[in-house]
């Protein structure tokens, strides 16, 4: 089990990191309207909302690409965007990030795909979403452009530690993962084992091959299962994350939202537990928290069991950043970890009760401790009946 001092070695090596992250870049957009402003279209007669304010930021591979960043890693951006106002505002965000996007490809012909966001601002000063408008590219990347991003991936890889696919376009080829830059990231990663490889997809995490994945449990599920019509329950999920690792060879992370990850590798299917919390909520981005954790500690040289519990506890500290895209730095991470060390220490030598850490600590985990301090116990009582 990792400790402070094992948390400390590993995020110490994060900032000598360099992360290329390839795939789809999209801008968030988040209009904030106050309908105690709206007026009346002449021309229409309908409510015409009030803008007050307009918040941009880096969204689909920009939101893992955030999630680096903030954990100090050097990020490195590959995508196809559009020569455009929003393009221009997807720069302006990666590079204020601190990110290299020198390899980004712009063109006149391509829209740069934009989730925008109008938020309703309440007089109590919550917002909330309403229908969002998605500007995306309705055809397959053009040849010229796949050809581009294929030679820029030959010439980076080779100076860098790591590869974060990010494959968010639903539609197969319209975005920057192709069939073919698939297969050519595949043949890389063959190339270059010493290299972190992992990928992220929404509707083909099945087709990847020799690469690190991270489906969710419908993600996993219809990979090896597309006409499943049941639940995307966890006993499935965990059958379907064992068939994607006797595939692929490489390590599975399953994510399972509140119950945790489940890691499939040469060991077999492990279980690492979430880490809980209280209060509100916004799961939105909580899986590209999780892949930077993942990443960064696996970059590091964690056993894969690290990064995944690492990988919890980013996500634990984005998923409590309320209509933005959270992200957690280094600090809130061994905040976050010395705060469950000290809950689980004090568990295991009867400072709390069972129902206390569980509020804390979660079910999964809590059944887990007791679980290995009633072998520690029978341990004990053996040894001492022997004597």
């Given at each position: 089990?990792?400790d ?5 070695e590993?995020?110490?090596r994060f900032?000598?990191?360099?992360v ?17 402003l709206?007026?009346?279209s002449l ?7 009030q803008?007050v304010e307009a ?11 955030s999630?680096?960043r ?6 490195t951006?590959?995508?196809v965007?559009g ?16 990110v290299d ?6 063109r ?12 309703v ?5 919550r ?10 590219n309705?055809a397959?990347?053009p040849?010229?452009?796949e050809?581009?991003v ?7 890889v080779?100076?860098?530690?790591a ?9 197969r ?15 890389l990663?063959l ?6 490889f ?7 995490i ?6 690190i ?8 599920i ?7 019509k049941?639940e ?10 064992a ?6 060879q490489?390590p ?5 939202g509140?119950?945790?990850?489940l ?5 077999g299917c ?14 939105v981005?909580?899986?590209d928290?999780?892949m930077?954790?993942v ?6 040289g964690a056993e ?6 690492l990988?919890n506890?980013?996500?634990?500290i ?6 933005a895209?959270g992200t957690?730095s ?9 705060y ?6 004090a ?11 569980v ?26 009946r022997s004597?």
């Amino acid at each position: 089990m990792m400790d402070e001092r094992r948390l400390d070695e590993l995020l110490n090596r994060f900032p000598h990191l360099h992360v290329l992250v390839v795939g789809d870049f999209f801008l968030d957009k988040y209009l904030i309207i106050d309908r105690q402003l709206s007026e009346v279209s002449l021309e229409t007669g309908l409510e015409a909302y009030q803008v007050v304010e307009a918040r941009c930021s880096p969204g689909a591979a920009g939101t893992v690409t955030s999630n680096l960043r903030a954990l100090g890693v050097k990020v490195t951006a590959l995508g196809v965007i559009g020569d455009d106002g929003q393009g221009y505002e997807l720069k302006r965000g990666l590079a204020g990030r601190g990110v290299d996007i020198e390899p980004l490809i712009q063109r006149t012909d391509l829209f740069t795909p934009t989730y925008t966001k109008p938020m309703v601002r309440e007089p109590d000063s919550r917002e909330h979403e309403i229908q969002r408008l998605d500007i995306k590219n309705r055809a397959p990347l053009p040849a010229d452009a796949e050809e581009q991003v294929i030679a820029r991936l030959r010439a980076l890889v080779p100076k860098l530690d790591a590869v974060v696919v990010a494959d968010q376009v639903q539609q197969r080829n319209h975005g920057v993962i192709t069939d073919r830059v698939r297969e050519e990231i595949g043949r890389l990663a063959l190339a270059y084992p010493d290299k972190i490889f992992a990928a992220d997809s929404r509707q083909r995490i099945g087709l990847f091959r020799h690469v690190i994945i991270k489906p969710n449990r419908r993600e996993a599920i219809l990979a090896v299962r597309p006409d499943w019509k049941g639940e995307f329950t966890l006993d499935v999920a965990r059958e379907c994350g064992a068939e994607l690792f006797r595939r692929n060879q490489k390590p599975v992370f399953l994510t399972a939202g509140s119950q945790g990850i489940l890691l499939f590798t040469e060991k077999g299917c492990q279980y690492i537990p979430a880490v809980p919390v209280e209060g509100e909520v916004d799961i939105v981005g909580a899986g590209d928290g999780v892949m930077a954790g993942v990443v960064s500690a696996l970059g590091s040289g964690a056993e894969p069991e690290e990064a995944a519990l690492l990988g919890n506890v980013v996500a634990s500290i984005t998923i409590q950043q309320i209509g933005a895209t959270g992200t957690a730095s280094p600090a809130q991470v061994r905040e976050r970890f010395a705060y469950l060390q000290r809950t689980t220490s004090a568990f295991v030598e009867g400072k709390l009760t069972t129902a206390e850490a569980v509020k804390i600590l979660g079910l999964e985990t809590v059944e887990e401790l007791e679980y290995q301090r009633d072998a520690i116990r029978k341990d004990i009582q053996w040894g001492l009946r022997s004597e």
